[in-house]
């Protein structure tokens, strides 16, 4: 099991960065593709970005592709999300996840330890 805690977000203008960071506990981290995720109020979660164990492939929304990346660090335990450019649309709550269904990737039904949440607000 894998226990997950973001952190990182914040209000800032538009057109600004932020780095989300999530660390897990476990020893199986490592074993594991990540994702992250975002939920507006009144939507539904959507996928922003994945990553897989080792590193060498990366997924993202088109909504968010060349303005985000994420990476990890394994030594650390620790996933991060690179928000550059930020647009009032990306404002929502950030999660991040553990995905344990290999053949999904942009979908929460792939995902499983999910965190408990940092909130992103982006105003004009």
């Known amino acids: 099991q894998v226990q997950l805690v973001e952190s990182g977000g914040g209000l800032v203008q538009a057109g600004t960065s932020l780095r989300l960071s999530c660390a897990a506990s476990?020893?199986?981290?490592?074993?594991?593709?990540m994702g992250w995720f975002r939920q507006a109020p009144g939507k539904e979660r959507e996928f922003v970005a994945a990553?897989?164990?080792?590193?060498?492939?990366?997924y993202y929304a088109d909504s968010v592709k060349g303005r985000f990346t994420i990476s990890r660090d394994n030594a650390k335990n620790t996933v991060y999300l690179q928000m550059n450019s930020l647009k009032p649309e990306d404002t929502a709550d950030y999660y991040c996840?553990?995905?344990?269904?290999?053949?999904?990737?942009?979908?929460?039904?792939?995902?499983?330890?999910w965190g408990q949440g940092t909130q992103v607000t982006v105003s004009s």
């Open positions: 990553i897989s164990w080792s590193g060498g492939s990366t």
């Open positions: 996840a553990a995905k344990v269904v290999t053949t999904i990737v942009a979908d929460t039904r792939g995902y499983a330890y």
């Open positions: 476990g020893r199986t981290f490592r074993g594991y593709d």
